[in-house]
């Protein structure tokens, strides 16, 4: 008997990255690199928003070590690589007519070249949450429809431009929801705003930039270009707690709140009614011009996970989850799956196959899976001579990474899930946003005193699965 590969032979596997989280060598490297503040340096600036007092302007000085990094991406077998462009380092001050920032674009050019060169396809992403500060100061960011919509739009265009030639494959935005929640709601990420109105416009803002700039693409680039475009959203799988027909009914309203929000609007032309029901007129409405640009506006489903959550109709304060309860737990006592160093991320895999399943069926595309990932618990805290030895066997995350891998082949295989790339978050540890160094996502080890990278064993046994599962040409 053949056994047929799970996954196609064009399938893009590899690690994926974001500017901001891996690109700064110090201050002094970054100010002469002509590279424009974000909303992330103020925010970074801001006693008590990062946890450990860290800042973006010294992550991993990816900066000068694309090369090496590259390279050491390819060795380990890896034939993708999706990283975010920062915006302020192409446009320092953001705006359309505001000048460009040409070392910044040399550097790109040199990153995407350098794939090329080793075999790597780039998978880039547009905007991975770097706002130019200038522009939020100017206007309110993407607080302000008609600006930042011309700016956006007029940034993509010019990277479309400059690096369309070789890049083949474009996010406009990776997960909005995080923009719109926990930049303008919770308050959790930059500009830090706390508001129960503002999330939902900046949604809006956010859907209509991506339309606008894709758009743009599938009418003056794609054909010569011959790259496509679409946009990623985190969304993870919601369990109902039990089969009560309400915790049915919450679990499918927090993945509307999650993901239907963006989803819905982008591939099905309306927000989930659950939404309409509970923010009314908070809800911006679309102008009819407006759902036609949004239409056939992603040509993929692109898709962040991580974990998965029970969910109970129990009433909570939480509107950003539809007013459920969002736990671990199963009536039984049990909990559903490992703790990981945060507390919002368990190892679940067979919640992966569901929510590919989920996704598939509802929106009925392609799904590039762009990323997934585990930072072990108490990982951060360890020395880096204990660090040493854990390199060599990161244990929680091999094992994070073969079950959820396994889950992947099986939606592909048994469920028949169209599943097209795989990227674990991240290749390297990395400034994770508001928790700073401290948590660890990397496949590859980072000292960060001296910015040397050692590969983890979930470094070789992630790629080695895909090397394993994938049909020869
Ligand atoms: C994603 N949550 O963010 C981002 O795309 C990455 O930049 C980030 O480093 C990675 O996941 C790991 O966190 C998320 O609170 C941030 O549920 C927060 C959440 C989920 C994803």
């Not at 585990?374 to 066997?393: C, F, H, N, P, V």
């Not at 070789?460 to 394993?468: E, G, I, P, R, S």
Request: net charge negative; with cysteine; proline share 4%.
């Amino acid at each position: 008997m053949t056994i047929t590969p799970a996954l196609p032979s064009d399938f893009l596997f590899g690690f994926a990255t974001a500017a901001a989280q891996i690109e700064g060598g110090g201050a002094e490297a970054e100010r002469k690199s002509g590279r424009g503040d974000s909303i992330w340096d103020e925010f970074c600036d801001t006693p008590g928003k990062i946890r450990d007092g860290t800042h973006v302007k010294r992550t991993c000085n990816h900066l000068e070590l694309y090369k090496e990094d590259i390279a050491l991406m390819r060795s380990l077998g890896a034939n993708a690589y999706r990283f975010s462009l920062s915006w302020p380092r192409i446009v320092p001050m953001g705006g359309k007519g505001d000048p460009i920032n040409q070392k910044g674009i040399d550097f790109y050019n040199n990153v995407i070249d350098e794939c090329l060169k080793v075999g790597l396809v780039p998978f880039v992403t547009l905007y991975h949450w770097d706002l130019p500060l200038e522009l939020f100061k100017r206007y309110g960011g993407w607080l302000n429809k008609a600006r930042i919509v011309e700016d956006y739009t007029n940034y993509a265009k010019t990277c479309f431009e400059l690096f369309g030639d070789r890049v083949k494959h474009w996010l406009t935005f990776n997960e909005p929801w995080c923009t719109a929640v926990l930049g303008h709601g919770i308050g959790q990420f930059a500009p830090g705003h706390v508001s129960n109105t503002e999330p939902w416009i900046v949604g809006q803002n956010l859907m209509i930039a991506h339309a606008s700039a894709a758009k743009l693409y599938m009418r003056e680039y794609k054909a010569h270009q011959g790259g496509m475009i679409g946009i990623t959203l985190n969304g993870d799988w919601t369990d109902p707690y039990d089969e009560s027909p309400e915790n049915i009914e919450a679990a499918q309203r927090k993945m509307d709140f999650a993901v239907g929000w963006f989803a819905d609007v982008i591939y099905l032309g309306r927000y989930p009614q659950s939404m309409v029901d509970i923010l009314g007129d908070r809800l911006p409405k679309f102008t009819q011009e407006e759902l036609g640009l949004l239409k056939d506006s992603s040509e993929f489903y692109g898709c962040n996970t991580y974990t998965t959550n029970t969910i109970r109709a129990t009433r909570t304060t939480d509107e950003f989850a539809g007013y459920t309860k969002m736990a671990f737990d199963k009536p039984d006592g049990t909990e559903i799956g490992v703790k990981s160093q945060l507390g919002w991320l368990r190892d679940v895999p067979w919640g992966f196959r569901r929510l590919l399943n989920y996704l598939y069926q509802r929106y009925k595309r392609p799904i590039y899976m762009t990323e997934n990932g585990w930072a072990i618990k108490g990982e951060s805290s360890l020395s880096r001579a204990e660090a040493l030895i854990m390199i060599t066997d990161d244990e929680g995350r091999v094992q994070f990474y073969d079950g959820y891998t396994q889950a992947l082949k099986e939606a592909v295989q048994i469920d028949g899930v169209d599943v097209r790339s795989y990227f674990g978050w991240s290749f390297l540890d990395n400034f994770e946003w508001a928790s700073g160094l401290g948590p660890r996502f990397g496949s590859v080890y980072v000292d960060y005193e001296t910015f040397e990278r050692i590969p983890k064993d979930s470094a070789t046994t992630l790629m080695q699965f895909f090397k394993d599962n994938i049909a020869s040409k």
